[in-house]
Structure formats: structure tokens, C-alpha cells
Antibody
Framework: QVQLVESGGGVVQPGRSLRLSCAASGFAFSTYGMHWVRQAPGKGLEWVAVIYYDGTNEYSADSVKGRFTISRDNSKNTLYLQMNSLRAEDTAVYYC??????????????????WGQGTLVTVSS | DIQMTQSPSSLSPSVGDRVTITCRASQSISISLNWYQQKPGEAPKLLIYTASSLQSGVPSRFSGSGSGTDFTLTISSLQPEDFATYYCEQSYSTPVTFGGGTKVEI
């Protein structure tokens, strides 16, 4: 079965860095795009970044652009999020999610079909 | 960016009630609309994709409809395990955007 397991969260001071990992199993990781989505305490879901199956295309939210980098190692079935210059407002549970694709009309419509359990990042002095 | 507006933000139905949640996109997204359920302390779970297709394993009391800018998630007969927060999401264009959520509470 599909499993996504995040790690690397913790407490970090403002301005410091942290790298999150997401270990994937139960599916052909190298054929799927992957997302990071975060959720601040008591708030809704906020998309962070996406990377396509082969790593050639990646996009990130304006709120993290220039500070966070999404990457992947298909040989290790692992997704990463390098977070630099962390701010208090980056405090959240970070989820990795698989980019599913469904047929719709003449093309395909993406979704986030499997999610990990999340890892908590707290930015505080 | 495409803005997603959900309503209501919360509701307090009874078990057995029919529940309807709406989601409006700031521009047409065809049927590229997905619904997720999130229970406290858990990760979100995909319920409905491409506006009306039921994800495998999801009970048939859940249904979705709509296209363009207006979408609806319906629970035909609310069960105790359905008390949760529901989010719509558009993947029509990057960045992916979520609605603000609808909390279905006792």
C-alpha cells in the first residue's frame, strides 16, 4: 500500500535552516509528482511546492519562494524540502502528498491522492 | 492565483441530516476540483476528484457536483464518523489553492 512518511521537523530559531524528508513506498515513486502542503496551528491547508516526477519542473508558493527548495532523489524514493531563513509564520505541520492524475475531458486533472501523517516545524526563539 | 471560497465555514447538523457544502472558484476551473476530509490530528484524505468522482473506498453517501466556478459536496445522510473539516482544492493551475475549510461539528 502507498506510504508516505515525513521526518525532520522540530524546533528551530528564526533565520535558521531545516530539511524535511518524505520517504515513499508502495508505489513507483519515480513516476509521480509530489507536493508539500502545510497547515499552521488551527488554520487551513496551504500549498507549499510541487515537483514533477523526474525533477525537471518545480514550483513553489510566493510565500516561500527564494527560501524553500523542493527536490527529490528517485534512487532513494525520497522527497525533500530544504527550508532556509525560517520565520515564525512558517510554523506548521508539513505534509507530503502524491500528485495523482485523473482523466478529465481531453486531458488529465491532478489531485493529491495520498498524504503522509505530517511533521511539525516550530520556528521560535 | 485562483481563489477558492467555501461556505459555510462551519455547520452543526444532526446525524442523518443531508449536508451541503459549496465551493466557488474566482475563475473557471472546468472540473479540476477536488474535495478532502480532515479529522483532528489526522492528514487530509481525498474524497472526491474531478468534481464528482468518488475516490476508492469512500462511502457512497458522499457526492460531488459542479463545473466551471461553482461546486457542491453533499453528504446524503450524515454519520457520526463524518464530523470533520472539509476542504475544496483546485489543481487547474499552479499554484494549487484550497478553500478555507468547512467544519462539520456536533
Amino acid at each position: 500500500q502507498v506510504q508516505l512518511v515525513e521526518s525532520g521537523g522540530g524546533v528551530v530559531q528564526p533565520g535558521r535552516s531545516l530539511r524535511l524528508s518524505c520517504a515513499a513506498s508502495g508505489f513507483a515513486f519515480s513516476t509521480y509528482g509530489m507536493h508539500w502542503v502545510r497547515q499552521a496551528p488551527g488554520k487551513g491547508l496551504e500549498w507549499v511546492a510541487v515537483i514533477y516526477y523526474d525533477g525537471t519542473n518545480e514550483y513553489s508558493a510566493d510565500s516561500v519562494k527564494g527560501r524553500f527548495t523542493i527536490s527529490r532523489d528517485n534512487s532513494k524514493n525520497t522527497l525533500y524540502l530544504q527550508m532556509n531563513s525560517l520565520r515564525a509564520e512558517d510554523t506548521a505541520v508539513y505534509y507530503c502528498a502524491r500528485r495523482g492524475l485523473a482523466f478529465c475531458g481531453g486531458g488529465s486533472c491532478p489531485n493529491l491522492d495520498y498524504w503522509g501523517q505530517g511533521t511539525l516545524v516550530t520556528v521560535s526563539s | 492565483d485562483i481563489q477558492m471560497t467555501q461556505s459555510p465555514s462551519s455547520l452543526s447538523p444532526s446525524v442523518g441530516d443531508r449536508v451541503t457544502i459549496t465551493c466557488r472558484a474566482s475563475q473557471s476551473i472546468s472540473i479540476s476540483l477536488n474535495w478532502y476530509q480532515q479529522k483532528p490530528g489526522e492528514a487530509p484524505k481525498l474524497l472526491i476528484y474531478t468534481a464528482s468522482s468518488l475516490q476508492s473506498g469512500v462511502p457512497s453517501r458522499f457526492s460531488g457536483s459542479g463545473s466551471g466556478t461553482d461546486f457542491t459536496l453533499t453528504i446524503s445522510s450524515l454519520q457520526p464518523e463524518d464530523f470533520a473539516t472539509y476542504y475544496c482544492e483546485q489543481s487547474y493551475s499552479t499554484p494549487v489553492t484550497f478553500g478555507g475549510g468547512t467544519k462539520v461539528e456536533i
